[in-house]
């Protein structure tokens, strides 16, 4: 409520300035005041909110003044500021200000917030006296007891991912220790000591420590500079385990690579610490160019060998192998149920990369053809002296790269459609080939889509077919396909992998026949990896009307042709005619097909 001193003033200012109208109870009137409900706030060491009423005719800003403990802010209403306070866990009470203001008549108002100190006891951060590889000797101090003596204290231990557990200790003075038993070797390990009397349980900071135990090696190196015959590899080890540890990095030509078989080791024992990580930087030298190499960390101790991951680079420059000269015999067949009279376009040139981990090179897509003119033709390339896998394929390169950025363990070649991609009838080839000479080459051809021929047919509300769809209907057709697949892969056994999904891959049509059969379009396609397929055909009448029918189907597979009749369906209703979409007729019998 406002003070009677502010309402009198107020009252006489108005009249001195020829105002003759009433204050009327509530009125806030014209000039700025602020009033709060409570000069101070107290409170115990516990969590707590508070509330504090704020009357005022202005905008209000609140400040905690820089508190770490306290937090204010205005409600939403902006009839109180809401007080939070943290958990005093020091041995001293604390106080700060909550300032509330308004910026018209620089009027503010200081609100004391108080707490008391905690009654509960304090420790310092843990220590690790000594370790070995299943257990460690541990100690802390008591720093302050609290409000009553200490009743029990002791040390949690826990992993990264693993559960708490708890070690009691003994008490000499303002000292505990524990031997905490059981661990497993070469892990870190969180840990923070406790104290507890009457009013609770202190809980210190944490610090991590690794059991004693073989090194522990990080998963992947740091950085790797490749020139023309040398590559510098820098690495790191998270834990040498002991100070005996020797460590370093191995390099190879081969896969799977241990001390015993690798080409080149580096060997470092500057262990100063056996707890503190290690990182180091190796150069190999006099290596091949153009060439790839595997290459890991490792370290040893007496507790055993560890090995970081293996990875894969190369050296940079052309190759220094034998080349040789392939010729690829290529015979490409049909789809299979494909109309003998019906020819269709077999697409782009073929390309050819190959695949290898030992050379520089594998998986570019290195050599362009003319376009095939049949579907038998003959392709000469020259390639490097080795064992290899050779694919070919129909299609851009560059569509490959941006069709897909990254692909799978396992995969030679991932291909995404994009919506503005339009597919065309892909076909390719794995090779598994040891190379040593000229030689010539049959590729088995497959394919990786498959080819939907869509048509339609129309019948009346009594049953007739017509026999001039044109009577009826406007040339242009568009139908969409859901359930296709949107990515497909080569994978390395020569076989292809379909994901994911194409919503709405549209097909357009146009055509004039004055006949009872009318093209809807026709289109390579991915297969639907399992899926069910949905036709919606939207249909322009002669009568300006348009519609859109839907229609279900079986799944596809790869390598297939597809020649499906869909019948429109006029049906007569008791409030006028209505239509339907129907398969009628399938070229493959094979295929379930969904009504």
């Not at 370093?248 to 470092?268: D, F, I, S």
């Not at 940079?316 to 690829?328: F, K, M, Q, V, W």
Request: net charge negative.
């Amino acid at each position: 409520m406002r003070k009677t001193l502010t309402i009198t003033l107020t009252a006489a200012l108005l009249l001195a300035c020829g105002c003759t109208s009433t204050i009327e109870e509530g009125d806030l009137g014209i000039f700025p005041f602020l009033e709060v409900d409570r000069a101070e706030i107290s409170a115990g060491d516990a969590p707590g909110t508070f509330a504090i009423g704020v009357y005022s005719n202005r905008d209000i800003s609140v400040s905690n003044g820089n508190s770490l403990w306290m937090k204010a802010s205005l409600n939403s209403t902006h009839d109180s500021v809401i007080v939070e306070i943290e958990q005093n866990t020091e041995f001293e009470d604390r106080s700060a200000e909550v300032i509330i203001s308004i910026s018209d008549g620089h009027i503010a108002e200081t609100v004391t917030v108080t707490q008391f100190s905690s009654g509960m006891p304090s420790i310092s951060l843990p220590s690790v006296l000594s370790y070995s590889d299943v257990s460690m000797d541990l100690t802390a101090e008591i720093t302050n007891p609290g409000s009553s003596s200490v009743i029990g204290a002791g040390f949690i231990l826990s992993t990264l991912n693993g559960s708490e557990t708890e070690y009691p200790a003994a008490i000499s003075g303002n000292y505990l220790s524990a031997t905490a038993t059981g661990l497993s070797s070469s892990t870190q390990y969180y840990i923070r000591a406790y104290a507890e009397n009457a009013s609770g349980r202190y809980l210190s900071g944490s610090i991590a420590y690794y059991t004693a135990g073989a090194p522990v090696m990080d998963s992947t190196v740091i950085n790797v500079d490749t020139y023309t015959n040398s590559i510098t590899i820098t690495a790191t080890m998270s834990y040498p385990g002991s100070s005996t540890t020797t460590y370093g990095l191995l390099l190879g030509r081969e896969p799977e690579l241990t001390e015993e078989n690798a080409e080149y080791k580096t060997v470092h024992n500057d262990v100063s610490s056996s707890t503190e990580p290690i990182t180091w930087t190796d150069t190999f030298y006099d290596l091949r160019q153009g060439t790839g190499y595997y290459f890991r960390t490792y370290a040893v101790n007496e507790y055993g060998t560890s090995y970081g991951n293996e990875e894969h680079t190369y050296t940079t420059g052309t190759p220094d192998l034998p080349r040789y000269n392939i010729t690829a015999d290529i015979s490409i067949r049909p789809y299979e149920n494909q109309p003998e009279d019906l020819n269709l376009s077999l697409g782009r040139a073929f390309q050819l990369a190959y695949f290898r981990d030992d050379i520089r090179g594998s998986g570019d897509w290195a050599w362009n053809y003319t376009n095939i003119l049949d579907t038998d033709t003959t392709i000469t390339f020259e390639t490097y002296e080795g064992k290899q896998k050779l694919v070919y394929l129909n299609i851009n390169p560059g569509s490959i790269n941006e069709g897909c950025d990254t692909k799978n363990d396992n995969e030679l070649v991932r291909f995404e459609h994009k919506e503005w991609y339009v597919l065309e009838n892909l076909l390719y080839a794995v090779n598994d080939v040891e190379i040593l000479s000229d030689m010539t080459i049959a590729p088995e051809i497959k394919y990786l889509t498959s080819y939907i021929d869509l048509e339609m047919t129309y019948t009346d509300a009594n049953g007739n077919q017509v026999s001039d769809l044109s009577t009826l209907l406007m040339p242009d057709a568009t139908v969409e396909i859901d359930g296709l697949s949107r990515e497909c892969a080569i994978l390395e056994d020569g076989s292809s992998l379909y994901e994911g999904e194409f919503s709405g891959y549209s097909i357009s049509s146009y055509d004039e026949n004055q006949d009872s059969v009318r093209s809807l379009g026709s289109s390579a396609v991915l297969p639907s990896s399992g899926r069910p397929l949905t036709f919606s055909v939207t249909l322009n009448f002669t009568d300006g009307s348009s519609r859109t029918l839907d229609c279900g189907y079986g799944a596809i597979k790869p390598g297939r042709y597809y020649r499906i009749r869909l019948n429109l369906l006029e049906v007569s209703y008791e409030n006028g005619t209505g239509f339907e979409l129907e398969v009628i007729e399938d070229i493959d019998e094979d295929i379930e097909i969904e009504f």
